[in-house]
């Protein structure tokens, strides 16, 4: 993608372009990233046809195009395996005794009942990590189940989804999101790893009949971060999270991208027992 006028040819963003992504998809992607003052008109490259069909002449834009400077959000790596107690036990076992199975690729707990849960976590949507973010967004007023009307709701299962670790690592970073608007397609905007771009959320967690459905306005949220994360400019860096024994965790963070704000979230994720 490159500026309006002539002139300037500088790059704005990119994607990947896997199956899922339409045209429509991407022109909803684009009203994301892009701040403009003045029309603007998305032209197929090579071909000088523009990628919605119209009647109307297009006139001289006299304003300016630009990319929005907000940023998504510094996420951490879950770590599901850890301790959990009070509200993150509920939120877990909530989401485990609604979906069963991982909602991206399908793959069934055959082991459900026996109570293993070997490689599958229950996942938030918006993370823990950035309640307070949560909370500035008006948020808890999406959600209806919750344990007691003290907390924000971003440990109720309304905010969950079960997925196997390592699909679940891929939506943690943002790889892939869920389209509640394109019929909760799944989009990858990298390498497709695991072959489940194009495919559709599982129905058994977003029943809007059942109270304990997610949101989709979480969805949402998140599908707009992973737009953020890669479309704008040359993307957000891909963060390292295996750190093996005796290494310098905290060296590494310190001398990659936006430290500071990874090194928060990663505190709090280890102070705090619930996070997923």
């Not at 919750?146 to 939506?171: A, K, P």
Request: net charge negative; glycine share 8%; charged share 25%.
């Amino acid at each position: 993608m490159s500026t309006g006028r002539f002139r300037n040819r500088s790059p704005l963003g990119g994607l990947y372009l896997n199956p899922s992504v339409t045209r429509k998809k991407f022109l909803r992607m684009l009203e994301i990233l892009i701040r403009a003052d003045c029309p603007y008109c998305v032209y197929l490259r090579g071909k000088g046809l523009p990628l919605t069909p119209t009647d109307l002449l297009l006139e001289e834009a006299l304003g300016t195009i630009s990319v929005t400077d907000e940023r998504c959000i510094a996420r951490v790596a879950s770590r599901s395996s850890r301790t959990v107690s009070g509200r993150g036990q509920r939120f877990r076992d909530q989401v485990r005794q609604r979906d069963r199975k991982c909602v991206i690729t399908g793959f069934v707990n055959h082991s459900a009942y026996l109570n293993e849960w070997t490689s599958f976590e229950a996942a938030h949507i918006f993370p823990l990590s950035h309640e307070d973010l949560f909370r500035s967004l008006d948020y808890p007023r999406f959600v209806t189940n919750r344990s007691d009307e003290t907390e924000t709701g971003i440990n109720s299962c309304q905010n969950g989804i079960l997925m196997l670790s390592t699909i679940h690592q891929q939506f943690d970073s943002f790889n892939f999101a869920i389209d509640a608007d394109d019929n909760y397609k799944i989009t990858c905007f990298r390498m497709d790893m695991f072959g489940v771009d194009g495919g559709t959320l599982d129905p058994v967690c977003r029943d809007p009949m059942d109270e304990k459905g997610v949101i989709d306005e979480f969805l949402r949220w998140h599908f707009r971060q992973t737009v953020l994360a890669n479309m704008k400019g040359n993307g957000e860096p891909v963060f390292e999270f295996d750190f093996p024994d005796g290494s310098d965790m905290v060296g590494e963070i310190l001398g990659g991208p936006r430290a500071a704000e990874r090194m928060e979230s990663e505190l709090f994720s280890r102070l705090n027992p619930s996070v997923s």
